[in-house]
């Protein structure tokens, strides 16, 4: 079964897509520290499902540079999209709470970017 038949690999990219719209539909609505926190999850969940479909074990964290560690090797493994990782993941638990440095429009604007930039890759790799 290809990968991306699989309802597992589907279920964990279908999660994604949908903290990726809640990530938009939270800059429509200028709620960066929202967009923020949406974006990470996505991107999170993107990376997830990549790993079930690679047969590797996905680890219960937030941490995307620790995700995409796992990826070693592969086209995930650049120093700028990993520094860019470190940065959105800070909004996993952070942007949840009041004594955060709360996110402004251009933190939010990169890390839904850097969402769909792992969504794309993560389709494309999937062959969607």
Known sequence: MRPDQRPDVLAWLHKAESDLQMADFAMTADLPD?????AQQAAEKALKSLLVADGRFVPRTHNLPLLLDTLHGTEWDTPEFV???????LYAVGARYPDFD????RQAADAVGF????????RR???L
Do not use: Y
């Open 125 to 127: 790799k999937l062959g």
């Open 115 to 122: 969402a769909q930039e792992v969504m794309a890759i993560v």
């Open 102 to 105: 709360e996110p402004g429009t």
């Open 83 to 89: 520094h860019r990782a470190a940065e959105v993941t």
């Open 34 to 38: 929202q967009a923020c926190f949406h």
